[in-house]
């Protein structure tokens, strides 16, 4: 097996940097292998991750066996540091992004010397368009240029590189005390390549950001686990798309929530059934302006005809989200197709409704003032909705078959025009409030008669239907009934006992997956954080807690989560990292360590 064959790391072996346009993954080995340019959702210049190396990838690191590897960011920053110990030597790889600039998006890796002589092995394997185009590669003074089409990358480096079938590599020795820069910049081959930066100039720069921003956070954040909520607040604010506030899933495309199956989703875009909870993990931690722009952003997506809403945009708010395969990629771990785009942008969740009129009360509630546009496209929003709240739909996790009437999307209906009433009364927000009113009764009285079976006692995925859904745990999150009524507390009892495996839950039983795909799947994590507020919500803090610390354990030794997680396989699954599974760690840590937490926020009014 030749280096450009061997597969790609683990998902938990990969550490996030970035610098709020784009990002890229660097895996326990020192190698990128994953990074889209120049921004979240463009191609990949190195998609290794998804594919094998020869698809593209940039690794620096020990050429002699490596003793042990530790990686850590640099305190409260996304600069991340991996420290390889081998028996000639320490030596530290520093990677970070500094902040995209005019034209040009930058990748740093400094290596440092920290004791003995180390031999190093540097390898540069240039792939545009998702490890489809080799580039023409030219030496130059400072290092080299690749060119493919529009794209060019410059590498500055003093290290002596030279081609090898269609691989840059080079050696080189690291001694104690001795630092080796190398510089990844981005820039169209049709314009002059950006200057040169000074790389212990923009280290400092970096830190000090990442240093500054989290300094902002209250430092009561998530009480005793502070330390977790602000690694996954650094890890939002990375997911962030800078010029606009909005918030990709995660930076990848195609990780498989199975090893080897087919549901391999393309999340390098932004969902609206995100925002409230975003919202509340920004405010309660004390990013009141992170809230805002992700708010205005929201604003801005969701203007138009309600018809036309979608429930997911592009980082700038783009409609057009076109999915294709990408055939020459294997797969991570052979799971195919890679796919680029989202065709689940095309399709009808009327829970997405109830998010937008939750997001603008939550936001006006605490102090975002409501421009006389977001009365606007509430009350469009509302007076569309009583005409279709009853259609089918594909549900919260998006299946690709036929559409149903599904009980979570009747509930956030409910919560449409429950918030529309309070928001009249809170807010003096103008329109026909006793018919709101009478609308969100009527839903209430259809999901507690046609999305309840009467002979298990609790609430199921669809209505008319027998099977459970872990979605349902929302049901008192979002006000719809107390925690203590006797269908919420036998609903939430029927989860944890029959979706619940190893501490954990899954979307629903995998022999009743609502899109026909059957096998069984990793639990959805954030299902996990649901019943642990659930459970925070009635008062039952220790199992809470025991779920909560059982979710921490599952993060990597940097502190991130993927989308799911297997117990059997002790592996992370699907995109990675995802902002959800994030979100919901900070908001869980609220619910336990506030007097009134998110849960309560919403549920309370």
Not at 193 to 209: G, K, M, N, R, S
Not at 511 to 519: C, I, K, N
Request: aromatic share 10%; charged share 25%.
């Amino acid at each position: 097996m030749t280096t450009a064959d061997k597969p790609t790391a683990r998902i938990e072996d990969y550490a996030l940097i970035g610098n709020r346009v784009t990002a890229a993954l660097v895996g326990r080995d020192g190698s990128i292998d994953w990074l889209p340019l120049p921004r979240f959702d463009s191609a990949a210049c190195f998609a290794a991750l998804l594919g094998t190396h020869a698809n593209g990838r940039w690794l620096i690191a020990p050429a002699e066996p490596v003793r042990k590897v530790e990686r850590r960011y640099r305190g409260d920053s996304m600069v991340l540091e991996t420290r390889f110990i081998c028996d000639s030597g320490i030596v530290t790889l520093i990677d970070f992004m500094p902040k995209a600039r005019q034209g040009a998006v930058d990748v740093m890796r400094i290596v440092r010397g920290e004791r003995g002589t180390v031999p190093m092995r540097f390898e540069a394997i240039f792939r545009f368009d998702y490890g489809s185009v080799v580039p023409w590669v030219r030496r130059r003074a400072h290092g080299l240029r690749a060119v493919a089409g529009a794209d060019a990358v410059v590498l500055r480096t003093a290290i002596a590189l030279k081609g090898r079938d269609k691989t840059t590599v080079g050696e080189f020795n690291i001694r104690a005390g001795e630092t080796v820069p190398c510089t990844l910049s981005w820039c169209r081959s049709y314009l002059d390549e950006p200057p040169a930066l000074d790389p212990a100039a923009a280290l400092d720069d970096t830190e000090t950001y990442w240093h500054e921003w989290s300094a902002r956070c209250d430092r009561k954040a998530g009480g005793e686990w502070h330390d977790a909520v602000m690694r996954s607040l650094l890890t939002l604010k990375a997911l962030t798309y800078e010029p606009t506030g909005g918030i990709v899933a995660a930076p990848t495309t195609s990780l498989p929530e199975k090893f080897g199956g087919e549901r391999n989703w393309d999340y390098r875009y932004c969902w609206l059934r995100d925002a409230t909870f975003t919202l509340f993990a920004f405010i309660l931690s004390g990013y009141i302006d992170e809230a805002k722009a992700w708010r205005e952003w929201l604003l801005r997506a969701v203007a138009g005809a309600p018809a036309d809403m979608q429930i997911m945009y592009g980082i700038a708010g783009e409609r057009r989200l076109t999915e294709y395969e990408v055939p020459w990629l294997g797969g991570y771990a052979g799971s195919r197709p890679v796919r680029v785009g989202n065709a689940a942008h095309l399709q009808r969740q009327m829970d997405i409704y109830g998010e937008v009129m939750d997001a603008f009360y939550t936001g006006r509630a605490h102090g975002a003032a409501a421009e006389d546009d977001v009365e606007r496209i509430q009350q469009a929003l509302l007076e569309y909705l009583e005409g279709h709240w009853q259609e089918p739909d594909s549900g919260i996790w998006e299946v690709r078959a036929a559409e149903q009437r599904t009980t979570h999307s009747a509930v956030m209906a409910w919560v449409a025009f429950d918030r529309a009433v309070r928001s009249a009364e809170k807010f003096g927000l103008r329109g026909p409030t006793k018919r709101w009113a009478a609308v969100r009764d009527q839903i209430h009285r259809e999901v507690c008669t046609q999305g309840f079976d009467s002979e298990r006692g609790a609430f199921v995925q669809q209505f008319g239907g027998k099977a459970l859904d872990a979605a349902l745990l929302r049901i008192p999150l979002v006000g719809f009934l107390p925690p203590e009524d006797p269908r919420v507390v036998k609903t939430m009892d029927a989860i944890a006992e029959e979706l619940m495996f190893d501490g954990l839950v899954r979307r629903y039983i995998p022999d009743q997956a609502p899109d026909g795909l059957t096998g069984n799947e990793g639990a959805f994590l954030i299902c996990s954080f649901w019943l642990a507020d659930n459970y925070a919500l009635a008062g039952r803090r220790r199992e809470a807690r025991t779920i909560f610390e059982r979710l921490l354990a599952l993060r990597n030794d940097v502190g991130l989560l993927a989308e799911e997680y297997d117990p059997r396989a002790k592996r992370m699954l699907g995109n990675f990292p995802q902002a959800f599974s994030h979100v919901g760690l900070i908001n869980t840590a609220h619910n336990l360590s506030l007097r009134k937490g998110p849960a309560e926020h919403r549920a309370g009014g």
